[in-house]
């Protein structure tokens, strides 16, 4: 179900009123009485009032002679707020729109879903429910993200909504253990309008700019919306990097680097749309991106030996350029108010490139450069019967075939290949991905609602390079239920369950069986260390299999206020985890420590998550009665998992913190016509028992966000923010220590100074 929903008014003797998927009819009796007439007045009246606010079109159809009906239409959109459209769903989900991408100024979505309730942000991407990011799945309109896709590069002025589905649904791919975040860009508005915001950010030594201007036109049936989005970056990241482990003696050393890594480059940023209203029963759109950017990296360290002949990291220098063009074609058709139809169709390319440098005592110890290219062909239908007044019936189809081009070559300081029998050797790999799936919906009395799912995908996984063929081939059936009950039927409270079964597919980096040694150790004819491997794909790993159970509570308050509890249970198999180990290698004659993913042991995990936000007066009226203008938002989560390979304590799912807080507000001060708010979100730190041998551990983390907006005039407002804690493109301040068994140990501390960010919105 969408945003919008539909009234379409016949007048005359019948009217016929469809509210989505609802059909209610209404006779009149004839001219013999004209409190009918007065009725349908007084009924519609609100209605064709709300329609000036939100936007009306109309037609009327010529009558031919006097005696002839006259059949006026009059259509009349209205715009669903977030708790509305949460409150409706057939699945439990957390829907976020334009007041929360808005609140802060971000310029990158990362920024706003490390806010979100069970939402955190570390290396890789967003996670939920404390998993790693592989986890969750990522959508954009509801299709997974292009390869390559980076939500730090998406400005939240292109986004309609942010949805966070806590379970997966057969008509999306249930590559979703964790849940899914589904990001809605912007759609085509059916009047004119344009908008401009206008940024800057405090970079490592200037102000650094961005911009994000949105037009839309409609022109009777054509609707057209352009984002654009131009952005850059300068930031830096201070790391200190202690190590105790052998050195290149093969004897215990000890050792301090002192890291300035320096980040820059820009990027832009376009997703044109077209609508295109063939009939009352068609309409057809066309929904691209385009994104691009350079990019640029320098590492930089000051070395300290302690004692021994320690091992230090190279100074680095990068730089590359990174490509997105995507289209997709969807045609709608209803063939009744009981049958529809969408067919769509899509291409997507990726590209990319990078040269990097490894320096040691200014002189250059290794040069890498790579490209990488990929392009995906996307198709997918599903048909839809309703089924009485409160029955739908769905079936599916999502077929996807991905081809991936990759080179990379790294030579030693004389120009010499590091590993001739690999490097620069053209890498191919294909995917295809076929599913088709069946869906129920069932109102089946306004306190009890069904959703019953049976989705079956398969995915090929084909590489081919001068060395080493790989192929995989898995399919997961996967049945899913969702039952909602309302307590009343005005549903201000309800309890949702779901039974589901998901999976994670490996990727095809993790399945190349193609090596990358160490730039450390690139003596071929030495032996490196534990802390130091090479690194291997495993092109024989199998997908992680999850089924889990969800129970959520929700309480919809007044003010679009809302309390929610929820519970998860996931049974984990074939568990995905990196193992080191010595052994004897093809590309060197000495054994070498070489880090693989690999198929490694069932697990459990489970938890708990809260979330309470609203108006303060209404959820506190004996302590903030008067408050009339703040606003709370408050999330808490308790994750707990055991991986039944590893003996405990910690063995946890990698990544998986034991809990996680946020606390928000915002304070509207109306003699100042201003709104101040901020934000604190917090996770302590842990232990993760990684194998046997090694135990990561990670220090607490604290991110605060501040932010001030006052509106100018009604077209103008300016807004400060500012954060603290976080970095940008990475996970946030903080540290971590690998520790081995032996004593061995890499720490290392990282800090990003506090960012500032300005802007101004203009509606011209």
Not at 61 to 69: I, R
Not at 405 to 414: L, M, V
């Amino acid at each position: 179900m969408g945003d919008n929903f539909e009234i379409s008014l016949f007048m005359k003797c019948h009217a016929n009123f469809k509210l989505r998927h609802r059909s209610f009819t209404l006779t009149a009796l004839g001219p013999r009485t004209a409190f009918y007439p007065a009725l349908w007045a007084g009924l519609f009246a609100p209605l064709v009032a709300l329609s000036q606010d939100t936007g009306v079109g109309g037609q009327t159809e010529p009558a031919s002679g006097s005696q002839a009906s006259v059949i006026q239409r009059v259509e009349i959109v209205a715009r669903q707020g977030s708790t509305e459209l949460r409150r409706a769903a057939s699945v439990a989900k957390q829907i976020y729109g334009r007041e929360e991408l808005d609140r802060y100024g971000d310029t990158n979505t990362m920024d706003v879903l490390r806010r979100l309730p069970g939402v955190n942000v570390d290396s890789g991407g967003p996670r939920m429910r404390g998993l790693g990011a592989g986890y969750t799945q990522i959508l954009i309109n509801g299709d997974p993200a292009p390869q390559g896709f980076n939500l730090d590069q998406l400005s939240p002025s292109q986004i309609e909504r942010i949805e966070v589905i806590k379970a997966a649904t057969a008509d999306q791919s249930t590559q979703a253990i964790a849940g899914t975040i589904n990001v809605i860009l912007k759609e085509t508005s059916r009047r004119a309008l344009s908008t401009l915001r206008l940024g800057l950010s405090n970079g490592q030594d200037r102000p650094v700019g961005n911009l994000n201007y949105s037009i839309s036109e409609s022109n009777g049936p054509f609707n057209i919306s352009l984002p654009i989005s131009l952005f850059e970056w300068k930031r830096q990241v201070r790391n200190l990097v202690d190590r105790q482990m052998a050195g290149t003696d093969g004897h215990p050393a000890l050792s301090e680097q002192l890291g300035t890594n320096t980040s820059w480059g820009w990027g832009y940023n376009l997703a044109p749309r077209f609508n295109y209203k063939i009939s009352d029963e068609q309409t057809l759109s066309l929904a691209t991106f385009f994104q691009k950017g350079y990019w640029n990296y320098s590492t930089d360290y000051l070395n300290r030996a302690i004692s021994g002949s320690p091992v230090f990291d190279d100074n680095a220098i990068q730089s590359g350029f990174w490509e997105n063009r995507r289209g997709n074609l969807t045609w709608i058709h209803r063939f009744s108010e009981d049958q529809r139809i969408e067919i769509k169709a899509g291409v997507q390319q990726f590209r990319s490139g990078f040269d990097l440098s490894n320096l040691r005592a200014s002189q250059t110890q290794l040069k890498t450069n790579g490209s990488n290219q990929d392009e995906a062909y996307t198709q997918a239908g599903k048909y839809s019967q309703l089924l009485g007044t409160e029955h739908t019936l769905t079936a599916g189809w999502d077929l996807e075939t991905r081809e991936r081009q990759e080179r990379r070559t790294t030579t030693d300081g004389a120009g010499f290949a590091l590993l001739p029998a690999f490097e620069g050797q053209p890498f191919e790999a294909q995917m295809r991905r076929q599913a088709f799936y069946i869906q129920d919906e069932w109102e089946i009395s306004p306190q009890w609602q069904l959703y019953l799912g049976l989705r079956n995908e398969r995915i090929v996984s084909e590489s081919s390079s001068a060395t080493t063929p790989t192929l995989n081939v898995s399919s997961v059936l996967s049945p899913l239920a969702h039952v909602t009950y309302k307590f009343d039927p005005k549903s201000k409270d309800m309890v949702r369950a779901s039974l589901t079964r998901s999976y994670k597919a490996p990727g095809l980096n993790s399945m190349l069986a193609r090596p990358v040694i160490n730039a450390a150790y690139t003596n071929t004819q030495q032996t490196n260390t534990y802390l130091s491997p090479d690194r291997l794909g495993n092109p024989g790993l199998a997908p992680e299999l999850a089924s889990g159970l969800d129970i959520t509570y929700e309480n919809y308050l007044s003010n679009d206020g809302i309390f929610s509890v929820g519970l998860f249970h996931r049974q984990l198999t074939n568990v995905v985890r990196n193992l080191t180990s010595l052994r004897q290698v093809t590309w060197a004659n000495a054994p070498r420590w070489v880090t693989q993913p690999q198929n490694f042991s069932e697990a459990v995990t489970q938890g708990v998550e809260f979330e309470l936000r609203g108006r303060a007066a209404d959820l506190m009226p004996h302590w903030l009665g008067n408050a009339k203008g703040l606003n709370i938002r408050t999330s808490l989560n308790f994750y707990r998992s055991s991986i039944d390979a590893l003996i405990g304590p910690n063995n946890r799912l990698d990544g998986q913190q034991p809990w996680s807080a946020n606390l928000g507000f915002d304070q509207r001060i109306n003699g100042l016509r201003m709104t101040v708010g901020g934000n604190l979100s917090l996770t302590p730190g842990y232990d993760t028992r990684q194998t046997s041998e090694q135990l990561l551990t990670r220090s607490i983390t604290r991110g605060i966000d501040v932010f001030a907006m006052m509106p100018i005039s009604p077209t103008l407002s300016f807004r400060a923010s500012a954060s603290a804690g976080v970095q940008q493109f990475g996970p946030p301040n903080g540290s971590t220590v690998t520790l081995l068994s032996n004593g061995d140990y890499v720490r290392t501390d990282r800090y990003a100074k506090p960012q500032l960010n300005l802007s101004l919105d203009m509606r011209l």
